[in-house]
């Protein structure tokens, strides 16, 4: 089965304490994001890699770091969570590496809810 | 700059009425446009995409939406709701920018 797989699926940690949320596909896909989901701001991309060891950022890259070393996985590192980064988390792949959001579809992981406390 | 409007929130409809879900877009080039679902704990699920030709589009779970150059809109619309479509639901953009362009959703509330 095409997935999109995230872990955790929740989190609660403390502030400054290095995480890593895992994101994994097996679609064989180039192209992989993350967004964050907030109430009223919608769903904003974090950063994006179109293959491996191509990344860049997104719109709201501060306090993230990624790394895209195999092409199936594309974690996202918080190296000092602040409260701030209290969010929903989503992982999305897609196959071109031309970009997503064109004539492909992206597929979405189930989610990460973190809270930072 | 690139954007996307839902101007309803929160839309509340009776089962078995119809729905429509509003989308404005604005984009400088050509845009693809999609409808998302997503379900309580749940991820995101395409229900249909505009890219090319006939203006109305056929989407999953009986969604149509109707793309409208002149009004920069894309419209989702159901004639008749389940309870099972409550949900939250997303229009987003894309085309060159390496990213969908997502609004900020409206939550549909489904009355018995």
């Known amino acids: 089965e095409a997935q999109v797989t995230q872990n955790p699926r929740y989190l609660i940690t403390v502030t400054g304490k290095k995480l890593t949320v895992t994101c994994s596909q097996n679609?064989?896909?180039?192209?992989m994001s993350w967004y964050r989901q907030d109430p009223g701001l919608g769903l904003r991309q974090i950063y994006y890699?179109?293959?491996?060891?191509v990344t860049d950022k997104g719109d709201v890259p501060e306090g993230y770091k990624v790394s895209r070393k195999e092409k199936r996985n594309f974690p996202l590192i918080l190296e000092s969570p602040s409260p701030n980064q209290t969010s929903l988390y989503f992982c999305?792949?897609?196959?071109w590496g031309g970009g997503m959001g064109t004539d492909t579809e992206a597929f979405f992981g189930q989610g990460t809810r973190l809270t930072v406390v | 700059a690139q954007s996307v409007t839902q101007p309803d929130i929160h839309i509340t409809v009776s089962e078995g009425a119809s729905l429509e879900l509003r989308c404005n877009y604005s984009?400088?080039?050509?845009?693809?446009l999609f409808w998302y679902v997503q379900s309580p704990g749940q991820g995101l699920q395409l229900l249909l995409k505009?890219?090319?030709?006939?203006?109305l589009v056929q989407g999953i779970k009986g969604f149509e939406a109707e793309f409208k150059r002149s009004q920069s809109s894309f419209n989702l619309r159901k004639p008749s709701v389940h309870w099972s479509d409550a949900a939250e639901y997303f229009c987003?953009?894309?085309?060159?920018?390496?990213?969908?362009?997502f609004g900020t959703g409206t939550l549909l509330a489904v009355q018995p």
């Open positions: 679609m064989n896909h180039e192209y």
């Open positions: 999305a792949s897609s196959l």
């Open positions: 987003a953009v894309g085309g060159a920018t390496n990213k969908l362009i």
């Open positions: 505009y890219f090319s030709g006939d203006t």
């Open positions: 984009y400088g080039a050509t845009p693809y």
């Open positions: 890699s179109m293959n491996v060891e």
